[in-house]
């Protein structure tokens, strides 16, 4: 096996978050009054799939809170934790307003997959923008209580949605995913759904079921799209996928078997790689334009680190 050439290691988004979530603060009121009031709290402002960004070069992504409030209405504020001594908020405004500011010169609003892939801001913003982007999904879609039906209100600032009519406690979700690359010796395999780019393969992926193991999903996932069959299932890596609230755990498998049945319904095709064809497809000059997922996403990293020999079952 050749060096890889890919360069140095690019960080995997949304990770490695800068801040501190401080979770004693959620239930201090006069404490998160003093935040709300401190100059130096920084807000993102963000509406369903679309973030809002000061446009410039570069583009800034955090508001203070009088800015934020001059914005639109704010339909929710989750306290996301502390940068140094600096507090950072999530806030929520509705689509139409973001799409009004859409059309403002001086803003830049557009949806995180962009903001990641084209680095339209600093990366040590990913990790709390997909932090606020979760929470403030879970409030949009829970609203009502799932046991009664009355109106909920958020408190605990934005963790904790409570029904003043029943009493139950409701909690943001978080829903995991496997995500994995079955091995067999120097060949790997890989999916292609209808939703990618052209040209582009990646891991195959699902939700895990309710109880399932980790190895296990990873094994019948494996079996349901591509009818191989797994043995050894070890974990790599996890990383948070905020579209719109998923935990990507990213494992690899030892495959024992080869043959392939693609369930049409999920996949339009999988096949077997080699790590030579995959340095290729890495380093974006595959003689077919064939590309893995983008730095940015867990598969990027799996897949490198099986043709750099840092995974697999000897
Ligand atoms: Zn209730």
């Known amino acids: 096996m050749p060096p890889s050439d890919l360069g140095l290691k690019p960080r995997l988004g949304y990770t490695e978050s800068r801040l501190v979530r401080a979770a004693e603060r959620r239930k201090d009121a006069d404490a998160l009054k003093a935040m709300i009031a401190d100059p130096a709290s920084g807000v993102y402002v963000i509406a369903n799939e679309m973030i809002v960004l000061k446009s410039g070069s570069p583009n800034e992504v955090l508001f203070s809170f009088p800015e934020a409030q001059a914005l639109a209405p704010l339909d929710e504020a989750v306290f996301l934790g502390l940068d ?25 609003v557009t949806d995180l997959r962009t903001i990641a892939v084209q680095g339209l801001v600093a990366a040590e913003h990913l990790p709390p923008i997909a932090e606020a982007k979760a929470v403030l999904h879970w409030h949009s879609r829970r609203r009502f209580c799932s046991n009664c039906g009355a109106a909920t209100q958020s ?3 934005g963790w904790r949605r409570d029904c003043p009519q029943c009493k139950a406690q409701h909690f943001p979700r978080t829903d995991p995913v496997v995500i994995m690359l079955a091995i067999d010796g120097d060949e790997c395999l890989l999916g292609r759904s209808p939703r990618f780019v052209p040209g582009m393969w990646s891991c195959l992926a699902g939700f895990i079921e309710p109880g399932e193991a980790v190895e296990d999903a990873v094994r019948r996932e494996t ?18 996928w905020p579209f719109p609230s998923s935990l990507m755990i990213g494992c690899y498998a030892e495959a024992t078997s080869r043959d392939i049945v693609v369930d049409t319904e999920e996949l339009e095709g999988a096949r077997w790689f080699s790590k030579d064809e995959l340095v290729r497809m890495l380093g974006r000059r595959h003689e077919q334009g064939l590309t893995t997922p983008p730095p940015v996403a867990i598969a990027h990293h799996i897949i490198r680190s099986f043709v750099e020999g840092e995974i697999g079952f000897g």
């Open 84 to 108: 140094g001594r600096d507090p950072r908020f999530g806030v929520g405004i509705a689509s139409d307003a973001a799409a009004a500011l859409k059309e403002r010169s001086g803003f830049l």
């Open 155 to 157: 408190v605990e600032a």
């Open 223 to 240: 079996l349901e799209e591509a009818g191989v069959t797994c043995g050894r299932v070890r974990y790599l890596a996890s990383q948070p």
